[in-house]
C-alpha cells in the first residue's frame, strides 16, 4: 500500500505499466473504422489511437492527440467505452482506453491526411469482420464494446475478458480465427499492402523500453447501513506530507506485472483489514496526471486510480478489522462531511464521484484528478 502523495518515494519494482488511449469511429451501417500500421507484418490492422506521453493531461487527451497525428484531424470524442488491462510475459501491462468517437462527416473523410510512417490505409469493417480482422485481445476488446449496450459503459476488461458488471451483458470467450488482411479492401492506398512493409522506427523491445510508464492503485468503497464511508489513516513516512495525518479508502498500488486490478483489490483488503472480500462494481477510474502534465502535481508520472465497490459492512465485519500495523494507524466509519473533511480534495471528489455511480446503472465514473474527465 502506497499514498498518492508519497511520489517517487514508493518502491516501483513491478509497479508500472503503459498507458494507451484508441478511438472507435462508428458510421451509419454499423461498422467501425480501422487502419493498417505499415511497420507491423505480423499485426497489420488497428483502431486508430496510441500511447499515452507524460504531457497528456488525460487518456481523453492521449485519444485525440494520436487521431490528429495519425489522420490530420481533430476528432469529437464521446464516453469511454471501455478500459483494458492486460498481462503479458513479453511486455509491461497496459491500461488500454478506448473511446466512442463521433460519427464522421464526408467532410471529415474527404479531408483525411494520413502520417504514411503511422497510417496505411483504412477501411470501415463490419463488427464480424473486425473480430476476425483485428489481432486476437484487441479483437475481444473492440467486440465487446461493439456488442455490449451503450448504456452499459465503460466495460471493464481484464485481459481483454469481460470483469464485474460487464459480466451482465456479455460471455467471456475466446475470439474469432484471426484473420488479417485476408478479404479486407482498404482506401488511401492501394488494394493490395506492399509485399515488404515498411520497418518500423525501432525494435520492439527498444521502442518498449522507451515507454513512459504510469502506476496503478485499486481502492475498495465500504459504507454501513447509515451509509457512513470507511475510511484508514496511513502511518506517517519520511518525505513530502508524510507527518501530517493521510486519509485514504482502504487499497494501494496495484502490483502490475502480476496482477490484475480485481486481485489487487482483493489482496489490499486482505492485507490491511484482514477481510476476504471479492471487490463488486468497479465505481470510478481517475487519472492523475504527474507534473508534466500539471505543475501543481507531486507525482513524478500519471497514476491511474480502481475503485471499486465493497458493499454495505456489518457490525460483525467491522468488529473484526485487523489493521496492517505496519502501514496504518486506525480507521473510522465517517459521513460525508466528515469524510469530505479528512479526504484530500482529489480523493473526496472521487469518493463522491463513486457513491453517486452505486446509485445507478452502467459502468465507471470517468475522472481526471475527481472531476468528470469530459
Known sequence: MTSESAGGLDGRAGRELLAAAGVLFPDAQGRVL?????????????????????????????????????????????????????????????????????????????????????????????????????????????????????????????DSMPAGHTLDHLAAGPPPAYTRLAGVTLTGTPDLPPAEPAAPPLDRETFIATRPRIRAKARTLFTDADGRVLLVRLRPWPGPGGEEPYWVLPGGGIEADRELPR??????????LGWECEPGRLLALDWLPGRDADRASGRDTAVLVYVFDGGTVTEEQLSSIALAEDELVEWRLCDPARARALLSGSSWARTAAALATRARAGGPAELVGGRPAD
Open 263 to 272: 486481485a489487487a483489490a482483493r489482496r489490499e483488503v486482505r492485507e490491511e
Open 34 to 158: 480501422v487502419v493498417r500500421l505499415p511497420y507491423d507484418r505480423k499485426h497489420p490492422l488497428a483502431v486508430s489511437g496510441g500511447g499515452w506521453e507524460p504531457r497528456d493531461l488525460s487518456p481523453r487527451r492521449t485519444a485525440v492527440r494520436e487521431i490528429e497525428e495519425e489522420l490530420g484531424f481533430t476528432p469529437r470524442l464521446g464516453p469511454l467505452a471501455c478500459i483494458d488491462w492486460t498481462l503479458d510475459d513479453h511486455r509491461p501491462p497496459i491500461a488500454a482506453h478506448l473511446y466512442w468517437g463521433d460519427p464522421l462527416t464526408p467532410q471529415e473523410l474527404a479531408a483525411f491526411t494520413p502520417d504514411p510512417a503511422e497510417v496505411g490505409g483504412w477501411a470501415w469493417l463490419t463488427p464480424e469482420q473486425a473480430g476476425h480482422a483485428l489481432p486476437p485481445r484487441l479483437s475481444r476488446r473492440v467486440s465487446a464494446c461493439l456488442r455490449a449496450p451503450r448504456d452499459a459503459g465503460p466495460l471493464e476488461l481484464e
